[in-house]
């Protein structure tokens, strides 16, 4: 660490990360080791729990956190388009392949979400709640109504995290899936007990989250069980690490030097699963790091630019995972 950057005072960091068991915790506990190697005895950092959603950005408001992350960026460039981080700056933002799907029994008589409104049958859809945090449930929703269909209308099973309700969708008991975490194996599974399709949004609902800056995406055909040709959805890809615009100077710069000179120790906690499975992208590029949907805090946009493609240092064997 001879090249690194170091703090000259003692410092407290509060990260807010996931609900525990998940991406947002790995990140955390990669980088405050990272910032902890680098900062004088007397320093400390926590990772307090959260849900990744619009909760992360009212905790960062309320100092009860000074680094957040939240996913998907696409929700970012919503809130920055309509001025709701005023205040808030990115450190930078890490990779993950994702996006919201719609999948359906096959048997069902549609071939568009708008289609939905014209089954004769109640159906049963299985999402996440539409309760103002979380960011899975608000796009749902928000895509159910601009397709024309009134979410009244429907029966729910809710859950706050993407796989109870795939695994619902999976046995059987909802007619409807609409979720992300496509890369992980759940989705693998959600036809075990009949064959399922893939509803597109349509233009218009895609349009119209593109207008508010939340932006579309492809996911391959051959991806998902069952997908036979590409499927345009709605976006919803990668990490955002935020603070507040106020942050020092020097604890912005080294958290960027750390993201961008210390990936190798965050790459190879995923690199035994293949990178378009991963629930982390690796490679990490730090010129894809440094493309935030709100300004870089102005420390760690010069630590980017300090870094430029970030060549890694020579392996002294403190990385743990390889």
């Known amino acids: 660490m001879s090249d690194s950057p170091r703090l000259n005072r003692p410092v407290t960091v509060q990260f807010r990360a996931d609900w525990g068991q998940a991406n947002f915790h790995r990140i955390c506990g990669w980088l405050s080791q990272e910032l902890g190697d680098r900062s004088p005895e007397g320093s400390r950092f926590g990772i307090w729990n959260g849900r ?10 309320a100092k009860e956190c000074d680094i957040t992350i939240v996913t998907p960026t696409a929700a970012l460039s919503m809130m920055q388009q309509a001025g709701e981080l005023k205040g808030l700056a990115a450190l930078g933002v890490l990779p993950q392949r994702d996006r ?26 299985a999402t996440s709640q539409d309760d103002g945090v979380n960011l899975i449930g608000f796009a749902a929703h928000k895509g159910l109504r601009l397709a024309g269909l009134d979410p009244d209308r429907f029966s729910f099973f809710y859950d706050e995290r993407p796989f109870p309700p795939i695994a619902r ?5 909802a007619d409807v899936l609409i979720h992300e975490a496509i890369m992980t194996p759940h989705w693998q599974s959600i036809d075990r007990v009949r064959p399922v399709k893939y509803l597109p949004w349509g233009d218009a609902v895609l349009d119209a989250f593109e207008a508010e800056g939340w932006g579309r995406a492809t ?35 080294l958290v960027a030097w750390c993201m961008v000179r210390t990936r190798a120790a965050l790459e190879g906690q995923y690199k035994h699963i ?22 870089l ?21 403190s990385v743990i995972w390889k």
């Open 52 to 61: 990744g959603g619009s909760d992360q950005i009212a905790a960062l408001r």
């Open 100 to 125: 919201l799907v719609v999948a359906v029994d096959a048997e069902l008589p549609v071939s568009t979400v708008a289609d939905l409104a014209s089954v004769d049958r109640p159906l049963t859809i």
């Open 169 to 173: 969708f999976a046995a059987g008991k």
């Open 219 to 253: 996911v391959p055909a051959g991806y998902l069980p069952g997908l036979e040709k590409d499927l345009v959805t709605l976006d919803f890809a990668d990490f955002g690490l935020l603070c507040r615009e106020d942050m020092d100077d020097d604890l912005a710069y």
């Open 274 to 295: 293949p990178a378009d499975r991963s629930p982390v992208g690796y490679p990490l590029v730090p010129a894809d790091m440094a493309r935030t949907p709100l300004p």
């Open 297 to 317: 805090h102005p420390a760690a946009a010069r630590a980017y630019a300090d870094l430029g493609d970030g060549e890694l240092p020579e392996d002294d064997g």
